[in-house]
């Protein structure tokens, strides 16, 4: 039984379409992110969870109850929000007794758990402190305090660490899933950082133009992308437009590419995702295409000329024509590389994803 | 040898520096002695001689005319009255203010935007002007009266605009703008994502509008009680014209003045002026021990929430409706007078008979022609005059970005901050009486030029009045300018003057522009000071619509009126354009 569950929920402001028919699943325990480009409805979404947007059509339900039509403050959900929404004429103590107080706790409980919760984001001592006295980094860790203070069942994270700078939101995404795990917390994070994402979450949905595309571990996600939309989304790729050959085998698939006119063989499981003579998308991460400077005879492999080659620390990233197909490739030493050298570029038949959508 | 034009260069660059430095310093000097003379003239010397005077009799120091004045039962009545009045008036503004702003800034209904739009039209409307509309309306004779009794077929009116009821109606029209406007800019700065959080902490809607909503608006409360206050304070021409027996301060010094007894009028005028300014400082306690955050748009859009539910739909329109039909009816009274033919409005509901008469007689009446000079000339020579003035003293009250030294320190500028703000918060009337007093004899500042009894002594009083609002017009348009935009016209090569008038100036002009318009609609409807000090060679439009009145001319003093709107709502027309354009 999942803890929490959207049912085709779908919201529209005006003629726009924000979130269209969003099913999915978050298990108790879980750290779930939704990842998107902006406006793709991600955080509608959230809201939508949260009760502070409500749903046009479709239902939430929360350990089986349908909460929908819940208020927000009656679903005990703590929320930290982008520009974490403190309350500036509180003070730290009183901003994070807030939850609390509108509870009714007794007072010694309410500042022993104003107390914890803030030695639970490394700000002890800081109850007397105003808002304004504090920087980016310790305002966002009293925004995580005052919604674990309230301890709920469920944490809803609006892009937290958009507003820190680079360093400080690395050390701090480390500092907030240890906590979310120590608590055995629920959570729910929206971020349109992939990077964050995959660091955080034991499970994503992506989601583009108010559709979610496609769930999974992040791994799954990066490896596998579905659709076009995800993998366009989701790092770097090359995508391939090519046509599927009938020559083509059940589970070994023939296509031409519509550039340069290479012929291109891949693993397909499921045979009927692509249609004969019809123009679909094939991709390949920069990682895994390899190149080398004698022409070899591997199956998949193109010959090309070296364009241009970006030193980026670690890797280099190579540009090759082969032919009129751009690819790129991702090489950790490129020695022996030059610009205008023919060599040979290998898409191997393991790696290739043929993309719905195309 | 190449060396050497480098080293001449840069000898030739530090000594460039170096006297334009010095230059910037006496230009400072210059424009601070400027600042200085005006305000000693203006605002030091005219209170301190209406306060020596008040303390004074028969050449040595007393307390009998105080002693004297607060054992008058009527003068205490007056206080009482003034205090209770305005009191009153917030109370009211709020109860009427409040509401309204939620209504409107909070949901969207049809009708909305025709409220909107007519809200705060009060605000614009001379008070003098103001006042003879409301009378046309609602007076014993005006058309609702004269409906009702026809109606009804009454003997008599069926009630009297006087006294308390009738002030407290006109001042609660006039001024609930105040509340209206200032609770919706609050409402609209308040981050919604305040209220959400507050929400999913558990805060039921009562809790969270307790606990964040309404600290987010006190300030914006605060604010407007203040001006209703200090507005109701100095409130002249509804006293004057239906008060009945309620006896204000304003109408007591007035009416002092009137009767030769100068002594009761200045020591009636400091009491005004300390009560006036002990508000100022009480409410100003308040302000800034609260904390806003500003509206930051990611995450929490603020949108007005649509009123789904048929019949509040109905009700919420049909209020727009009848709130914007009750705004625009004082000015549409006015007008529809002012097209009345003389004699033809006596008891029936609406005049009977309609003429351009009236705005013939205004234009060709070389009377009439003398009051439009006289307002047109005295405004602009008063707005013109701000707009100089506002120049030297926001320079000085600039803060300057970056190590470049400030000409006055921190404690300067809030000094000179305040001195300009007093003559804004006191009430017309004591700034009329105070530049009356300490000009209307040979003074040791002006030698034996009498300023009581020309021209110019209209003209300088309502330089005193209104130059503050340019002065704060030009003071927020040139904070908004990046100071490293004069910087990088300074690198440029750019001397001072050449910074000011091609980087500066067509930044800032257009907002400077709007305030001194203001000040000059303002200026141009002004009654309170000038009944008080004016002379043949000065007489305003004001009191020109004033006597028009007292002899029974309504048809020509709502002319007169009507034709002020228009002036009015040109000039805010242009002045909101140019605040776009800022």
Not at chain 1, 216 to 242: K, T
Request: with cysteine.
């Amino acid at each position: 039984m999942p803890l929490l569950s959207l049912q085709n929920i779908s919201r529209n402001f005006g003629a726009t379409r924000a979130v269209a028919d969003v099913s999915l699943d978050v298990a108790q325990g879980e750290f779930f992110g939704l990842l998107g480009p902006s406006g793709c409805g991600k955080t509608t979404t959230l809201r939508m969870i949260a009760g502070l947007e409500k749903p046009d059509s479709g239902a939430i339900l929360f350990q089986d109850k349908d909460i929908t039509d819940l208020p927000p403050e009656r679903r005990g959900f703590g929320m930290v929000f982008q520009n974490y929404a403190l309350f500036p004429h509180l003070n730290v103590f009183e901003n994070v007794a807030f939850g609390l107080r509108a509870r009714h706790v007794p007072k010694a409980e309410t500042s022993d758990r104003v107390r914890s919760a803030l030695e639970l984001v490394q700000l002890p001592g800081y109850e007397k402190r105003a808002i304004d006295e504090l920087s980016g980094g310790q305002q966002q860790r009293v925004a995580i305090a005052r919604a674990i203070a309230i301890e709920p069942v469920l944490l809803l994270f609006d892009e937290p660490l958009s507003n820190l700078d680079v360093s400080l939101r690395e050390e701090t995404r480390g500092e907030l899933r240890e906590l979310v795990t120590r608590l055995g917390l629920t959570a729910v994070y929206v971020t349109h950082d992939q990077e964050e994402a995959f660091a955080l979450c034991d499970r994503i949905s992506v989601m583009v133009g108010g559709r979610l595309m496609q769930s999974g571990a992040p791994r799954e996600l990066y490896e596998e992308p579905s659709d076009l939309a995800v993998a366009r989304f989701l790092g770097r790729n090359n995508l391939i437009r090519a046509m599927r050959l009938s020559a083509s085998k059940t589970t070994d698939g023939e296509f031409r590419t519509l550039d340069g006119g290479h012929t291109l063989h891949l693993t397909v499981a499921r045979d009927e995702l692509a249609p004969l003579n019809k123009p679909v998308v094939l991709a390949i991460r920069p990682e895994h295409v390899r190149l080398s400077s004698n022409h070899a005879d591997a199956p998949n492999s193109l010959r090309g000329t070296i364009r241009e080659i970006v030193f980026a620390g670690a890797t280099s990233t190579v540009r090759v024509d082969a032919n009129g197909l751009l690819l790129e490739a991702l090489v950790v030493q490129p020695d022996g590389l030059q610009i205008n050298q023919q060599c040979a570029v290998v898409l191997p038949a393991d790696k290739l994803r043929l993309l719905n959508h195309g | 040898m190449n060396t050497d034009v480098k080293r001449i260069r840069g000898l030739e660059q530090s000594k460039i520096r170096r006297v334009s430095a010095a230059a910037r310093q006496w230009q400072l000097v210059l424009l601070f002695v400027v600042t200085v003379v005006v305000l000693i003239y203006g605002v030091i010397y005219p209170n301190l001689s209406v306060v020596s005077a008040s303390f004074q009799r028969a050449g040595s120091w007393t307390l009998a005319n105080y002693k004297e004045i607060l054992s008058q039962r009527v003068v205490i009545e007056s206080i009482l009255s003034s205090l209770g009045l305005s009191i009153g008036t917030v109370v009211l503004c709020a109860l009427v203010g409040v509401p309204l702003a939620f209504l409107f800034e909070r949901f969207t209904f049809p009708g909305r935007r025709l409220f909107a739009g007519v809200a705060a039209l009060p605000l614009v409307l001379p008070p003098l002007v103001g006042t003879v509309a409301f009378i046309f309306l609602c007076g014993e004779s005006g058309i609702l009266a004269h409906g009702i009794q026809n109606l009804f077929g009454l003997q008599n009116p069926p009630w009297r605009l006087s006294g308390w009821p009738a002030l407290l109606l006109f001042h609660t029209y006039t001024m609930y703008p105040f509340f209206y406007v200032l609770t919706g800019a609050g409402l609209r700065r308040i981050d919604a994502s305040l209220a959400e959080a507050a929400r999913s902490l558990g805060g039921s809607r009562a809790f969270v509008f307790l606990r964040v909503l309404a600290p987010q608006l006190t300030p914006s409360l605060i604010a407007a009680a203040l001006l209703t206050f200090m507005t109701s304070m100095a409130s002249f021409s509804a006293p004057l014209l239906f008060g009945g027996n309620v006896r204000v301060l304003t109408l007591e010094i007035f009416q002092a003045r009137q009767r030769g007894d100068m002594t009761m009028a200045i020591t009636e005028t400091v009491i005004l002026a300390v009560i006036s300014l002990a508000a100022l400082t009480i409410f100003q306690r308040y302000e800034g021990t609260r904390k806003f955050a500003a509206a930051t748009m990611k995450g929490a859009p603020r949108r007005r929430v649509t009123i789904a539910s048929g019949k509040a739909r109905a009700l919420a329109a049909t209020a727009a409706v009848v709130f914007a039909i009750v705004l625009v009816l004082p000015v549409a009274t006015l007008i529809l007078v002012s097209f009345a033919r003389e004699g033809s409005w006596t008891t029936q509901t609406l005049p009977s008979a309609y003429t351009l008469a009236n705005f013939q007689r205004i234009f060709s009446d070389p009377f009439a022609a003398e009051v439009f000079f006289n307002s047109f000339s005295m405004s602009v020579i008063a707005a013109v005059a701000a707009l100089a003035w506002s120049f030297c003293v926001v320079t000085l009250l600039l803060k300057r970005a970056r190590g470049n030294a400030t000409f006055l320190g921190n404690s300067g500028r809030r000094l000179l901050s305040l001195l300009i703000l007093i003559p804004w918060a006191l009430p017309g009337t004591v700034v009329a009486v105070s530049v009356a007093e300490a000009y209307g004899q040979p003074s040791w500042l002006l030698g034996s030029f009498v300023l009581v009894g020309t021209f110019w002594i209209l003209p300088v009083i309502y330089f005193l009045r209104f130059m503050p609002l340019v002065v704060r017009a030009l003071q927020a348009s040139m904070e908004q300018v990046d100071p490293s935009l004069a910087e990088a016209a300074g690198s440029l090569g750019a001397r001072a003057w050449r910074r000011f008038v091609r980087v500066t100036l067509p930044l800032v002009w257009p907002g400077a522009v709007a305030g001194t318009l203001l000040a000059f609609v303002i200026a141009l409807g002004e009654y309170v000071a000038s009944v008080l000090v004016f002379v043949p060679a000065n007489r305003p439009i004001s009191i020109a619509i004033a006597s028009e009145l007292r002899d029974f001319n309504l048809g020509a003093a709502a002319a007169y009126g009507v034709v002020l709107i228009v002036i009015i709502s040109v000039s805010m027309l242009i002045a909101g354009k140019l605040e776009r354009l800022r």
